[in-house]
């Protein structure tokens, strides 16, 4: 008797485990096997909109960063295609540009220059399509410096005192977009050096100060402020490069640096190490930007 009682009680407890384990595999498999309905937007082409008070449209936004009706959805790279988990439902998106901090691989950034583009649409569940994105400048940003050397007058900047060398207008085969300049070390000179004409009230305390560059060298060139008492900060060197190239730096934390200075001019310096071919940069669309 008691024999039978024990082997009752196993078969019952042997099914009472079956139906909790399928229990539990049904509710892991529509866990996590089931997929929100989602369409997919891929990005054709990104530029951006500028007046002519702001210079050059010329950019590198390297990726999109999406919001979904508010919520972070993810970053990716340009030109990839992008999920939006809709639920076949009317949805906001949000698309913002994202750059390279100071031209690092690894120091993606969104770029708050540019405003936001906002998309409000239905789309069906499963479906592709694809867009472009022209970007405007937030209305609040500050343009503390505009440089694109178009100005058959003059340029806004000059050669700095401890220059063994001047910059020129760039042959057209090395210009970028219209006119660049050039500056070149020849065999007796040693040091290249140019600077912003004027010196600039550039907001202390802040992140969001920024030089944009439109350049091209063949040796390292090296980017920096001036201080009030010519005191020089520099904040980066920048690798050659043999073909155009864009670059976003950050002047935030050479503004806040001692010494302390209510103005800053912007200089561009080039040391020489190579043969005269070599030592060579060119630039285009500089501008300083703010909040």
């Known amino acids: 008797m008691i024999i039978s009682i024990t082997k009752t009680l196993m078969i019952r407890l042997f099914f009472i485990l079956v139906f909790v384990v399928n229990v539990f595999l049904i509710t892991s498999c529509k866990k996590y096997s089931a997929a929100k309905p989602a369409f997919f937007l891929k990005s054709t082409n990104v530029s951006v909109v500028t007046t002519s008070l702001q210079g050059s449209s010329s950019n590198k936004i390297t990726e999109l960063i999406l919001y979904i009706d508010g919520q972070y959805q993810g970053s990716y ?9 809709n639920n076949n439902k009317n949805v906001r998106i949000d698309v913002l540009a994202g750059i390279k901090n100071n031209g690092f691989k690894a120091t993606h950034i969104t770029w708050l220059f540019y405003d936001k583009i906002q998309i409000d649409t239905l789309v069906e569940s499963g479906k592709t399509i ?5 970007f405007k400048y937030d209305p609040d940003v500050k343009f503390a410096w505009v440089e694109g050397f178009e100005n058959s007058s003059g340029y806004s900047i000059v050669n700095s005192s401890i220059s063994s060398a001047t910059f020129a207008s760039a042959p057209a085969a090395d210009c970028f977009e219209g006119k660049s300049i050039e500056l070149r070390l020849t065999t007796n000179q040693t040091i290249a050096q140019i600077e912003s004409a004027l010196s600039y009230s550039l907001p202390s305390g802040s992140s969001n100060v920024y030089l944009e560059l439109d350049y091209k060298c063949y040796q390292e060139f090296s980017v920096g402020l001036i201080a009030n008492d ?8 920048i690798n050659p490069s043999s073909t155009w190239n864009k670059i976003y730096i950050n002047l935030a934390e050479a503004i806040n640096n001692p010494p302390s200075s209510s103005t800053h001019k912007i200089y561009f310096k080039m040391l020489k190490t190579k043969t005269e071919d070599d030592s060579r940069m060119f630039l285009d669309n500089i501008k300083v930007v703010h909040f």
Not at 77 to 85: A, E, L
Not at 130 to 134: I, L, N
């Open 77 to 85: 790279p340009y030109g990839n295609v992008m999920p939006i988990p």
């Open 230 to 237: 010519g005191t020089q900060k520099q904040i980066m060197t």
């Open 130 to 134: 694809e867009r472009s994105f022209a």
